[in-house]
């Protein structure tokens, strides 16, 4: 097993989310790649790197993520969607994937991140 951090790719297009998302996956211990903003900049991403997972908002700046989570899925790359749509939204090949509701707390990403293998996330309970 590498000592290497888990590196997760971020696509969300509001900058805000973005920061916040960051700020969470980098107390779980691993590297945010990005974020990306639209499709085009995360299948960049995925030509020059292989993230460990990813957190991808099904809705971004240039439409839907679907090519996206289609590629992660050919890829073997664990994922997490997220929507302020209902999950009813995403198609039947990914119903089982993790999703959050936007908006999330903190605890429910820390949650989801460990869904797709990322332990060691520090919980708020002290």
Do not use: Y
Request: aromatic share 4%; glycine share 8%.
């Amino acid at each position: 097993m590498s000592d290497e951090p888990l590196g997760i790719l971020v696509a969300e297009d509001n900058p805000l989310i973005a920061m916040d998302v960051t700020v969470v996956v980098e107390e779980c211990g691993c590297v945010v790649i990005g974020p990306v903003r639209d499709t085009v900049d995360a299948a960049r991403v995925l030509d020059d790197s292989c993230p460990d997972g990813a957190l991808v908002d099904i809705h971004l700046q240039d439409g839907a993520a679907w090519s996206l989570v289609e590629e992660l899925t050919t890829r073997n790359i664990p994922f997490i969607l997220t929507s302020g749509s209902d999950r009813r939204t995403v198609p039947e090949a990914w119903a089982a994937a993790a999703f959050l509701a936007k908006p999330f707390m903190p605890e429910d990403l820390r949650e989801a991140l460990g869904q797709i293998g990322v332990s060691g996330c520090p919980t708020d309970a002290a």
